[in-house]
């Protein structure tokens, strides 16, 4: 138990990093290209790359085991169209110059996890771990009271989509990997469609005259795999209420990213907040670690 505990600790520490900091600045750097045609990117290298894990892995039977299972299709369409959801309003924020935004979304997240937690799997809540979600509720209290006149749609809906997300694919008893390219394959046909009006109105960055941009565009599918396996693996180890407060290392990173590099506005209210929320998440990992 402790293992499995440990191992799902790992794997959701370094699929948070590399989301709060790899990730942010490739996309970034590649954002020239255009929000549209960069998440068009992301779903068609995601789904070329899944294809040939399943081939050098020899997953295809599993692969065929899953898709018979109707309540599985369902429920991974729906995973499906909610990373799509997430992806896109992610890569607007960070094309944008809204990465803030985007990682206030990323804070509020884990809450919600929490309390998906405890209401769908029953996961415990003792005294700790709520004054923990308190001292988080109070951080993000602040950041909207001094910071914000209105709640930031780039927020909500990045916040919602990969919470509810990551409950579906709890509720869901297959390999990480092949959940993935299941989803992927929903969401391929519209990419490709997406991909083909982009190249008839001559609007496209991705050319095989330009062989470096293009194999730079292509590694949105290992930089989003990667990095979403890793979570998702620990979130089936040990749950939606450590994973989402592990989280934190994302968006996280992501404030010390804009300001520190992309020049972003960081007030004393908004490191106030930070801080509160490193309080809490301290509280909340010493306690799992004690009880696992």
């Not at 694919?169 to 982009?198: N, W």
Request: glycine share 6%; with cysteine.
């Amino acid at each position: 138990m402790k293992d499995q505990f440990n191992k799902g600790l790992l794997l959701t520490s370094l699929g948070s990093f590399w989301w709060g900091f790899i990730g942010v600045i490739y996309f970034q750097y590649v954002s020239f290209i255009g929000h549209i045609e960069l998440v068009v990117h992301r779903c068609l290298w995601t789904a070329v790359m899944l294809l040939l894990t399943t081939t050098f892995f020899s997953k295809w039977s599993l692969f065929k085991k899953i898709i018979k299972n109707k309540n599985y299709l369902f429920g991974l369409f729906i995973s499906g169209f909610l990373i799509f959801i997430n992806w896109a309003v992610w890569i607007y924020a960070v094309a944008t110059e809204r990465i803030i935004d985007a990682s206030f979304g990323y804070f509020i997240m884990p809450i919600i996890s929490v309390l998906l937690g405890y209401i769908f799997f029953k996961e415990k809540l003792n005294k700790k771990r709520i004054f923990s979600i308190i001292l988080v509720s109070l951080s993000i209290l602040i950041l909207i009271f001094f910071n914000l006149k209105s709640l930031p749609w780039v927020g909500l809906i990045v916040a919602f989509s990969w919470a509810f997300y990551n409950l579906i694919r709890k509720k869901i008893d297959v390999d990480t990997d092949i959940g993935l390219l299941i989803e992927s394959l929903y969401i391929l046909p519209f990419a490709l469609v997406a991909f083909y009006l982009i190249i008839k109105a001559g609007v496209n960055d991705f050319s095989f005259s330009n062989t470096g941009l293009s194999l730079f565009l292509i590694m949105a599918g290992p930089m989003t795999v990667i990095p979403l396996f890793l979570y998702v693996r620990g979130v089936e180890l040990i749950g939606l209420g450590p994973t989402g407060m592990i989280f934190y290392i994302t968006p996280t990173l992501q404030f010390i990213l804009g300001y520190f590099y992309y020049n972003e506005d960081f007030s004393i209210i908004k490191f106030v907040s930070f801080i509160i929320i490193w309080i809490a998440v301290i509280i909340y990992l010493k306690d799992l670690y004690e009880t696992n």
